[in-house]
């Protein structure tokens, strides 16, 4: 050896070797880095971002996946994740002409840990996705596909975890499969892809059973060791029951407990079967069982029951009759207190059609609403009574037609003819628009809150036949018309009001104030849908809802032949000011926590939750509201936040949960549907071992405090069903 390297002369060849082997050792993950992303790791899960293949070619479908090696014990979730957890969440960031399809979901297993049952994966998983190369992908360029990710795992205790992922994959003339590694982990998502089954599927039920019944070749008791069926949607079957199975020759049978959100709607399934050399396959069943729109609700409720056509009749004429004592129809008393005035001294015939009038508007809004919904029914989604309110759009609207309807008592500027003499001829010169228009408006505003009787016939009214969606939503508003209509009917009542004076000019302008109480009530709302933004741009409306209704009066009032051009077309521009609001509403952001949801020892409502403390044996009780919902606020000041209600529920210790309708949520909906309601407000009480219980939408102090105290009792607590 060369006297300058002393140290040389203890290398041999096997020292040499294990260098060599180091440095490939660190030279493979770099070369891998193309098909796999950098990992993240916890001691629970390592995760990554993988693709099958380490180079794409122009216009190829290639899988990418994301994978998770679990620790031992630990496991991740399915689409349905059963009574606990939640499935992972992908969002990617794609180069342009790059597209990612949904997750092909494997096979899942069930874990039982108690009273608890979750549908899932132990060990190791891929969750596969195609990613289409675009056909003009240059080769020697690169394609870089970024994704952020989060997902559940869970032994006893469940841990969220998220990671940011990038894939740079080179673009090749011809694709080049990845390693066997990542090759062998799409394999293990391969073994457990779910196939068609080959069998005749059919469902029966036996309250509270389902015999779920699987008949075919192949079928024997030497060919099937074990199966077991998984719903896609949440609640169909009791996930934590026993599943019984009995095979015979040529079909076999399961015998399973009807979950809360069953329904008779189809709804896909899987159905894991173990043959007798041990091998667990996956096939695919559509049965008719709950829909995805029904069973997200979780709701644990009892599958809803249609009322007989009469009873429909009668609690939707009672419900819309009693509507008019609710709070959500208090701003259009003062419009129809101004109306009951204009009928002091009238002409019989025009009152009685003054009276015709109103309830025309009352039944052709009650039309239009029932329309709408089983429109929206019949399109495939789930809406209820109210669902306007919703929406950010409607809910300005609603604030600036209240604003300019509160101008307009308070004189600002006139509609159909001015107040000259006094009222004398008022309603002559208002004619008999202004009544149908009263009729609509008080629709459009009662429609936040249900009343006593109206759910269950609402709800009814929802799956039935359109015809008799129709009959009862007439019914209704027949009840919400009849006060306003008897008095057209029977003008003496009317004619014993004072005579036409100066009284009527103070009574129209006193009741413009509900009107502007309505439309800062409409902001309030709009605040909790849109946050700041959205408010900021609901304000500026109103600014332009005041110029435009001031140049209204302004040339209105003008005097002479000519009248000036400008107050015109400013109140255009005003007009195109406010269309230019509406059209940016949509993009505002809803704030993180709406102030609903803010209550005192309230929990925000999810199924998982419910679920979970239900299997637990805790008393629950739920409150579903919304920030339009007045009845549901008056409620909550009234009853559920005082120091009594608060007390019971501490010492029966009640877990109160809340969900918050103020924007659309089809869980709520679910939940809604689920025991046969469309509105708000809604009140469920479970005690353990019992049947839930509906409360009425007009709360006290009693009835709550009684439900409480009768979960620890022998009797079940009474559902009222008004």
Known sequence: MHPSFPFAARIDWRDLSAILMLALAL??????LAEESKLQRSPRATV?????????????????GLRQRLAPHWHTYWKNPGDAGSPPNIEFKLPQGVSVGEIAWPGPDRFLIGPVASYGYENEIVFPMTLAVPADAQPGSRLVVEANADWVVCEKECIPEEGQFRLDLPVEAAARLGSAAVRAAFAIADARRPQAAPWKASVSADEPMLQLRVAGAGISPQSVQSALYFPEPWGVVDHAAAQTLKVEQGALTLTLRKGQGYTSKPAAGLLAVTDGGGQK???????????AATSMAASTAPTPSTLPLWQMAVFAFLGGLVLNLMPCVFPVLAIKATAVAGMSGGDRREVRLSG???????????????????????????????????????????????????????????????LAGAGQGLV??????????????????ATPCTAPFMGAAIGSALVAPAAVSLLVFAMMGLGLALPFLLLGLFPAVAQRLPRPGLWMVRLRQAMAFPMYATAAWLLWVLAQQAGE???RMALAGTVLVGLVTWLVGLHQHEHGGGKSWWPRGLALVSLAGLVGLMANLHVAKPPQAPSSQQAKNAEPYSAERLAALRAAGKPVFVNMTAAWCITCLVNERTTLSTAAVQQAMRAHEVVYLKGDWTNRDPAITAFLRAFGRDGLPFYVFYAPGKEPAVLPPVLTQAIVMEAFAQQSGNNAVAVARQ
């Open 48 to 64: 990554s971002l993988v693709s099958e293949h380490a180079a794409v070619s122009p216009g190829q479908q290639v899988r990418i």
């Open 356 to 418: 015709v009038f109103y309830t025309m508007g009352v039944l052709a809004a009650f039309m239009a609403l029932a329309l709408a919904l089983l429109a929206v029914r019949a399109g495939g989604s789930a809406v209820g009574w109210g669902f306007q309110f919703q929406s950010p759009l409607f809910v300005a609207a609603m604030c600036w037609l209240m604003l300019a309807i509160g101008l307009n008592l308070s004189g600002v500027f006139e509609v159909g003819g001015s």
């Open 281 to 291: 396959r996956w096939f695919t069943l559509a049965l008719p069982v709950a829909s």
């Open 27 to 32: 030279l493979i993950p770099a070369l891998a």
């Open 428 to 445: 002559e010169r208002k004619g008999h628009a202004g009544s149908f228009f009263t009729g609509l408006l008080a629709v459009v505003v």
């Open 533 to 535: 933004a959205g408010l």
